[in-house]
């Protein structure tokens, strides 16, 4: 066996639509900011001039692995890469078969335009040290944090209300479906200066935007008091996830000028207080390890330190 054959009995071969759900509970094992709902949406979409090439390992009529490199429409000229083997797999050289079946997709369709990204939690080391070997350089580290909401309720209506008190604004639950235009531009006006995909200067394209919000998220808007007809200033993205009870915020952003006035605490503590009264059983998020004001925040909430994820990138040949 040579370092880019799988074992005699694994099988690389193109995803199918039937192994989706099976890649996607492995893919999700190593992913650092790609959730469930994002993987799905990548492993399924395959429009015209986008890129998309997804592999599996198969053995035994069983999917062990997978492999994806897949584009971010969000983040033009962004292709994101991922692959991950079943733990009892690993170390057989599947990994290592799938990685060059992607590798050499890469150097076949890629260009100079295209940077390819990854995210993998940063307590695989091993899998970091694995995506390195093929040019993947760390650019960025978040922190993960997580707040167990059992017994917190009081606190957390109490404290919602004087965090938004505190920043002069209001926090409500925004209609998706009704306010989706708005819901966009408020990223779009939130977003400058926050770590992207991509390297330096990377473009985002809002047309897209809506797809990395699930449907089922809730979205909470951060509106200034006393002042009618104003768009938000800020907004953050929670949404379930499937089969844990716990909840997980996708995106929280307030625009430059309100920055510093503790928008986003009000924000944080709007969407405890949201998901604890849903039902949910814990929120976990990460942020940037280099955003200081934010992980004050999170301490000072009493929030615990959970996985963290780095992010990789490489730009192609």
């Known amino acids: 066996m040579t370092a880019h054959t799988a074992p005699a009995d694994v099988t690389i071969r193109p995803l199918r639509t039937a192994d989706i759900a099976a890649a996607t509970d492995l893919l999700v094992l190593a992913a650092g900011g790609d959730k469930r709902h994002r993987l799905l949406d990548q492993l399924a979409s395959a429009e015209t001039g986008q890129i998309h090439h997804a592999v599996v390992a198969e053995r035994s ?112 639950v925004a209609d998706l479906k009704a306010e989706e235009a708005a819901i966009v531009e408020c990223i779009g006006r939130t977003l400058p200066g926050l770590p992207v995909p991509g390297a330096e200067g990377q473009q985002v394209d809002l047309a897209h935007a809506r797809r990395v919000i699930p449907d089922d ?75 200081e004001p934010i992980l004050r925040a999170n301490r000072a909430f009493g929030m615990r330190p959970s996985v963290g994820y780095w992010s990789l990138l490489r730009r192609a040949a």
Do not use: M
């Open 61 to 172: 009529e069983v999917i062990v692995g997978a492999g994806k490199l897949t584009t971010e429409p969000a983040f033009p000229g962004t292709v994101s890469a991922l692959v991950a083997v079943a733990e009892a797999d690993r170390g057989r050289g599947v990994g290592t078969a799938l990685a060059a079946d992607l590798t050499g997709w890469a150097e076949r369709h890629l260009g100079p335009e295209h940077v390819v990204t990854s995210t993998l939690r940063d307590d695989l080391d091993r899998g970091r040290r694995f995506a390195q070997r093929y040019g993947l350089v760390v650019n960025r580290h978040s922190v993960g944090w997580r707040f167990d909401l059992p017994g917190h309720g009081d606190d957390l209506a109490e404290r919602a209300a004087r965090t938004a008190d505190a920043a002069g604004v209001k926090v409500r």
């Open 217 to 291: 998220a809730t979205v909470l808007v951060a509106e200034v008091r006393d002042a009618p007809g104003v768009p938000p200033c800020g907004l953050t993205v929670v949404t379930p996830q499937a089969g844990t009870g716990d909840w997980y915020t996708v995106y929280t952003g307030v625009a430059v000028a309100w920055r510093g006035r503790g928008v986003a605490t009000a924000l944080k503590a709007g969407a405890l207080d949201q998901a604890y009264r849903s039902g949910a059983r814990a929120v976990t998020t990460h942020n940037d390890d280099g955003n």
